[in-house]
């Protein structure tokens, strides 16, 4: 998953030279209040995956995917390898959330756009 510290471009390269050709695939799961993932976003990683050296670096695209959203990032001709549909499969009504690490280690850590840190919640029980 990209996007965690950096953008999702910058992430994406930087993981790949880490990973020196070890590296499968990015998951891009931009959360809605970023802009959500857009096929201009995918080719733009594509791009930049390529130029560096790491074409064979597969992208998944995930996130509130449905049928309408896989049609747009087909029609609009983005470099998606895997299509990650979770909650759209079941015919339940969805609970869309998310969870999120802040801190590891007693080291306050967070995704980027987020607070590091435990936000304190009297409606919450620490359970470990």
């Known amino acids: 998953l990209v996007d965690t510290f950096e953008d999702e471009v910058r992430e994406s390269v930087t993981v790949a030279k880490a990973m020196q050709g070890r590296l499968q695939g ?44 896989i049609r747009y990032f087909i029609n ?26 802040h801190e590891v280690e007693g080291k306050p850590i967070a995704k980027r756009g987020r607070m590091p840190g435990i936000t304190p919640n009297p409606r919450l029980k620490r359970v470990m």
């Open 76 to 101: 609009e001709g983005a470099p998606v390898d895997i299509f990650a549909v979770g909650s759209y499969i079941s015919d339940a009504s969805p609970i869309d959330f998310t969870a999120d690490l």
């Open 26 to 69: 990015v998951r891009l799961d931009t959360p809605s209040e970023r802009g959500r993932v857009t096929a201009d976003l995918v080719k733009e990683v594509r791009a930049w995956l390529d130029l560096e050296g790491f074409k064979e670096v597969k992208i998944v695209v995930s996130g509130g995917l449905n049928l309408e959203r």
